[in-house]
């Protein structure tokens, strides 16, 4: 009997008890990946969970980042990713050798990284942030020290405007937040009078400056459910569209479209995490992810950090 031919939704349910193991997945997850998920979040609701959970096997629907940071909150317990090649974009744009480099060149600022980054990355940082708490976190180090802020460029640019701080800004982006097109952007508003325009912080200026809701996956979501019956034109990964629909059936829901006719507007590396792989991965216990434990040691200080200050 092939994968295609079980009932993959029973079969994962019964392999997820059999193993003690829970599922996370992020929003931007296929919609029967996150119809299986035991928690479904945003990066901060997601390393939340793991590092409150008693499973002994964490199944990490997401990319290798996010996987990685299971791991540096739970490095005794079993971390597994369904597709080792789901990476991120925005992580690769920056090295540790790279921040390392920034960091020697401005000795006493405070380095702070977007979870979106390496184990490497994290454990020359400071303080790890998400698009949830980013502001919480620039505003928590005091006003006088200097912060180097990486790897999103306009996540960053955007915490100078909110925080009043100017920070040296690592070039990152990430591949679908800085392919929403603006000339597109203002004809679907033209088309769609009184369309409320929701944008994560990871998009390019021009896009935030259209936007009436600028914040986190979660906080787009958010805005959503408390105003079920609104019209919103959504500047994120397209998989948040499927949660949307759920939580508000009565709103219209419009995906930003990307500059290009192509559907940028999805992660292809989200996107490479299936329900066939996931059950795979579940039956077999691999792909697993293995950090070294200095490494972890290193890496988990700032997030730790996060957390607590969360």
Same mark, same amino acid.
């Given at each position: ?79 597994? =990713?369904?597709? %080792? +090649? &789901?990476?991120?974009?925005? !992580? ?8 390392? *480099? ?82 597109? =952007?203002?004809? %679907? +508003? &033209?088309?769609?009078?009184? !369309? ?8 390019? *200026? ?92 290193? !890496? ?11």
């Amino acid at each position: 009997m092939t994968v295609t031919q079980i009932d993959l939704f029973a079969e994962i349910a019964e392999l997820k008890r059999k193993r003690n193991a829970i599922l996370l997945a992020h929003y931007y997850q296929d919609p029967d990946i996150q119809d299986v998920a035991d928690c479904l979040g945003d990066s901060l609701a997601l390393a939340q969970q793991a590092a409150a959970t008693d499973a002994k096997v964490i199944v990490f629907a997401g990319v290798h980042f996010m996987a990685e940071t299971a791991k540096l909150v739970n490095p005794s317990k079993t971390v597994l =990713l369904p597709d %080792l +090649k &789901a990476g991120c974009s925005l !992580a690769d744009s920056c090295p540790a050798s790279g921040l390392a *480099a920034l960091k020697a060149q401005h000795p006493g600022h405070a380095v702070v990284s977007y979870i979106n980054c390496s184990a490497e990355v994290k454990a020359i940082s400071d303080l790890i942030c998400t698009s949830s708490n980013a502001v919480k976190m620039i505003n928590s180090i005091p006003r006088d020290q200097g912060i180097i802020f990486a790897p999103d460029k306009n996540l960053g640019r955007w915490l100078e405007q909110q925080t009043g701080r100017d920070m040296i800004l690592w070039q990152g982006s990430c591949i679908v937040h800085e392919t929403f097109s603006e000339r597109k =952007l203002i004809a %679907l +508003k &033209a088309e769609h009078p009184g !369309a409320i325009v929701l944008a994560h912080p990871e998009c390019e *200026a021009p896009v935030l400056a259209h936007a009436e809701v600028i914040g986190s996956t979660q906080a787009l979501l958010n805005h959503v459910i408390k105003h079920p019956t609104g019209k919103y034109i959504v500047a994120t990964e397209a998989g948040i569209l499927h949660q949307m629909a759920k939580a508000a059936p009565q709103a219209t829901l419009i995906p930003a479209p990307p500059e290009g006719a192509c559907a940028c507007n999805e992660c292809p590396y989200m996107r490479l995490n299936t329900l066939e792989k996931l059950y795979l991965c579940l039956r077999d216990m691999k792909p697993e992810i293995t950090l070294d434990p200095g490494l972890i040691a290193r !890496a988990r200080l700032p997030l730790d950090r996060m957390l607590a200050l969360s």
